[in-house]
């Protein structure tokens, strides 16, 4: 007795209509991840450099540079990746303009930031489609850091210390994690 296997027109059909089903189905998942980015575009703005006793953004720097980041965020900071503009921002986002957003409350000035997150193009960097958002230190009240995320209506806040106290360096970093703009830019 011999058996073979020879395909009737009908489960041909069959066959084919879930082998296409099957495509589509992975295509479309395989599609949803191939944009997937992983790195992280901020702006970094101390409002307090020239009175700031433990140079905040000397902490930021060094925990960037040590990879620490990497773990403590969850983050991946690496060259060529993730970019934090310190000195080299936007030189439309003026402490300014930062103050009239995060200590002032403005809303007019809010909507101008977001327009210059989402418009910034820097072709040495790579940067192509905006920043995430912003993250900002001051001392105004008590020192805290704040941030402000692309495409959205609200800043977050984070103490770092009380009122004429100084914020410890894992205080700093700790804050720096919890407010890191996740990615707001398309794939």
């Given amino acids: 007795m011999s058996i073979s296997f020879a395909p009737t027109r009908p489960s ?50 060094n925990f960037i540079n040590s990879r620490r980041v990497d773990t403590e965020c969850g983050v991946h900071w690496r060259d060529g990746g993730s970019i934090l503009y310190m000195k080299k921002r936007p030189r439309q986002i003026t402490n300014d303009l930062i103050r009239e957003v995060f ?22 960097d790579g940067v192509r489609d905006g920043l995430d958002g912003v993250m900002v230190y001051s001392n105004n009240n008590a020192p805290h850091m704040m941030n402000f995320i692309a495409n959205r209506k609200t800043i977050k806040a984070y103490p770092l210390a009380l009122k004429d106290s100084t914020p410890t360096i894992h205080d700093i970093e700790d804050a720096f994690c919890i407010l890191l703009p996740p990615i707001t830019r398309a794939p």
Avoid: M
């Fill in 12 to 61: 041909i059909k069959k066959i084919v209509l879930l082998l296409a089903a099957h495509c589509l189905l992975y295509g479309y998942a395989l599609n949803s991840f191939a944009g997937y980015r992983e790195d992280r575009l901020v702006v970094w703005i101390n409002l307090e450099e020239a009175s700031d006793h433990l140079n905040v953004s000397k902490v930021i720097a």
């Fill in 103 to 124: 200590i002032q409350r403005k809303e007019a000035s809010l909507q101008r930031l977001n327009y210059l997150l989402k418009s910034f193009r820097s072709p040495e």
